[in-house]
């Protein structure tokens, strides 16, 4: 790490956090030297400053300050290729500029987890701290995926207060629930007493409000959601957005049907993948002419946001804003936001079931997949066979018009957009991936197949 600070120099060296490498990260963090503690310059350091224009919620009576109907998801924080060539670092300095950004403009909820290869807490306590505590909610969650044990456990949330250099939490989510089923919902929480212990955290006032993200099946969700008796859910995070709501894949449930759950309860709803993973902005071209005709100003993302954002019980939603364009165009659709008409809900619905016909693959580049034991980029590969779909360069046969064009786009592209080490030609099978899928694809089958139509293209025998 010495070696590594006087090759790049001091300045560069603090702008970038790093992925790769985890030594000395505690210093890289919190300030290479000790000292008495200075006040850091903010791009808002007035609280009256704030711009008016964003819209918030509030869904208690006892919380004096209200959440930004726009919240900032830290599962996509910019990187920047590392000068070892291993890996990729967290560019801290362009973290500061987005939060600095969105900090002016009103966005005050912050949800964050083991994202970025567990890096991005660190990152994002880094550019929060910089701002009074009260001018920011920080959500994060219990991400115990593989190692349920008490001790563990306990040892990850302590950890989390460390990286994100905070001594209370707003909203701690038990992360993802429904992998697995409801055995593993109650390994990871029940049996080994950690529900009971994140209450207590509640009750202590180190969590302001306790509640899950869901992935999964409608049994464990019934069945959680039962508990609120007991547990007193403040909030629950789900997948919604204009395609899911009636046309979940794999094992995740409508969102219609959670939302109306919750509602029931009057459990105040978080929102997340309102875009699924960006494929919501990324849709075939006739689809982007059919939003466009109807609104030519807004851009396509808007309408996914502006629906995830109309119904009444929805506290915030996330967006994993990696560039300050994302940023911008989002805090346009929410300041304030305009809720959806009923005619426009019904527009996005008929929209939804013009999507449903072309075939691409749910992946919204989550990276819970990753890293894949043999080098493979899994999320890259399906996100460009998704992206010829949506351009329609998919040849199907080469009686195809377009064929040679098509063939020609998705060779190119996909040399570019993955090294050739790290293509689907190089899965085994060995479904390590699989569990950890948020949407339930079956990934050694897509590369199989995607495989095979990399080969049919080369040999010119589809």
């Known amino acids: 790490m010495d070696n590594y600070k006087k090759n790049i120099g001091r300045r560069e060296f603090l702008r970038i956090v790093g992925i790769a490498t985890a030594a000395s990260s505690i210093n890289i963090l919190q300030g290479c030297t000790p000292g008495p503690k200075k006040k850091l310059k903010t791009a808002v ?182 508990m609120h008796e007991q547990v007193h859910w403040d909030f629950v995070q789900i997948q919604l957005n204009y395609l899911d709501w009636n046309h979940a894949s794999g094992n995740n449930v409508n969102a219609d049907y959670l939302y109306e759950e919750l509602q029931k309860k009057h459990i105040p709803a978080i929102i997340m993948e309102p875009l699924l993973g960006g494929r919501l902005s990324k849709l075939p071209d006739h689809i982007v002419a059919r939003l466009k005709q109807r609104q030519p100003e807004n851009s396509v993302a808007s309408w996914a946001f502006r629906f995830a954002g109309s119904p009444a019980n929805v506290l915030t939603v996330l967006s994993g804003m990696t560039y300050m364009e994302h940023l911008q165009d989002n805090l346009r659709t929410y300041s304030p936001l305009v809720p959806l008409t009923e005619d426009e809900r019904q527009f996005l619905f008929d929209t939804a079931n013009l999507i449903t016909q072309y075939p691409t693959i749910p992946c919204n580049d989550c990276k819970y997949c990753m890293p894949c034991p ?89």
């Open 374 to 462: 043999y080098g493979i980029d899994i999320p890259a590969i399906l996100l460009h066979y998704n992206k010829c779909v949506n351009e329609g360069n998919l040849a199907r046969s080469i009686q195809d018009e377009n064929y040679h064009q098509a063939r020609r786009a998705f060779l190119v592209g996909y040399d570019r957009s993955v090294p050739r080490l790290r293509q689907a030609d190089h899965c085994i099978g060995c479904k390590q991936c699989n569990p950890h899928c948020p949407q339930s694809i079956d990934i050694p089958h897509q590369m199989q197949r995607i495989n095979d139509f990399v080969e049919n293209l080369k040999q010119g025998t589809l």
């Open 45 to 226: 350091d007035d609280a009256d400053s704030r711009p008016a224009k964003m819209t918030y919620r509030n869904f208690s009576d006892q919380e004096k300050e209200s959440v930004s109907i726009l919240g900032y998801g830290c599962m996509r924080w910019p990187t920047t290729p590392s000068p070892d060539g291993k890996g990729d670092l967290i560019d801290q300095e362009k973290v500061n500029q987005l939060v600095d950004y969105a900090m002016k403009h009103g966005v005050n909820y912050y949800d964050t987890s083991v994202y970025v290869q567990g890096w991005s807490e660190k990152a994002t306590g880094i550019a929060l701290k910089r701002y009074p505590r009260k001018r920011f909610k920080i959500a994060t969650k219990l991400s115990n995926f593989s190692n349920y044990t008490r001790e563990n456990s306990i040892k990850m949330y302590k950890q989390s207060f460390v990286d994100l250099q905070v001594e209370y939490i707003d909203y701690y989510l038990l992360h993802s629930i429904g992998n697995g089923g409801i055995r593993t919902f109650n390994a990871r929480y029940i049996e080994n007493g950690m529900l009971d212990y994140l209450i207590k955290e509640r009750e202590a006032g180190r969590i302001r409000h306790l509640g899950f993200s869901f992935h999964g099946t409608k049994d464990v969700f019934d069945e959680v959601l039962a």
